[in-house]
């Protein structure tokens, strides 16, 4: 399975402030994906990163608070802006194995850990 | 859209007992089962995983059934040792989009 990292592992913000968050792969991989995970929760999806163009984001998420860039097949970048205490949470990165960018298995990053004051 | 439930949301045993997470799904789409475990201040791990067109799978100690009919599907870790004590969370899957439970709280204890 692909080698996943994140920056930074954590972080403490202040509200009003933006944290971009980077997601780095040691192989090429054709799907990365976004997911918050808020304290004692599940996992949700934010978005898929899409090589190149737009990312798609899932319903309750949306560009302008969560910009996401994907310049390459190795890396992708995960902004969150205009900070609240309600963005206090995890956030993982994970890849999809395989290139054909079907029903492949999803591998994650170790998250970064943000609290927002 | 799917629906994936997961109970019992903690579970407690001794050393040595069998834990048993149980998920059931709505969508009979889904053809992709993983289950992750995550440990504390770390990232989900895929432990083991299942595709529909079969009913059990099996890796030493844990293993996964699937019951496509019914539409759940269980994690089985037997002779539990006190380093499988984490959050454990299935999913369900058709194509790229992955729906999870809820998680279970393992806590094995020594």
């Not at chain 2, 019914?70 to 999913?91: G, M, N, R, W």
Request: glycine letters at 8%.
């Amino acid at each position: 399975s692909a080698v996943i990292s994140q920056k930074p592992s954590r972080d403490i913000c202040q509200r009003g402030t933006s944290l971009t968050i980077q997601c780095q792969v040691d192989s090429q991989v054709t799907m990365m994906f976004w997911y918050r995970q808020q304290p004692g929760q599940s996992l949700t999806l934010i978005a898929t990163a899409n090589q190149g163009s737009e990312a798609t984001y899932e319903s309750g998420f949306v560009i302008d608070k969560f910009p996401i860039s994907r310049p390459n097949l190795t890396f992708s970048t995960l902004t969150v802006s205009n900070m609240s205490p309600e963005d206090s949470s995890i956030y993982l990165c994970s890849v999809g194995s395989g290139t054909s960018g079907a029903t492949d298995t999803q591998y994650f990053g170790p998250g970064t850990r943000l609290t927002v004051l | 859209g799917e629906n994936v439930e997961q109970h019992p949301s903690t579970l407690s045993v001794q050393e040595g007992d069998s834990a048993v997470i149980k998920c059931t799904y709505s969508d009979s789409a889904s053809n992709y089962f993983p289950w992750y475990k995550q440990e504390l201040g770390k990232g989900p791990q895929l432990i083991i995983d299942i595709r529909s067109n079969v009913g059990e799978k099996k890796d030493q100690r844990i293993a996964v059934t699937l019951n496509k009919t019914a539409k759940h599907f269980s994690l089985h870790i037997t002779e539990t040792q006190p380093e499988d004590s984490a959050v454990y969370f299935c999913a369900a899957s058709k194509g790229n989009q992955f729906y999870f439970g809820t998680g279970t709280s393992l806590t094995v204890i020594p």
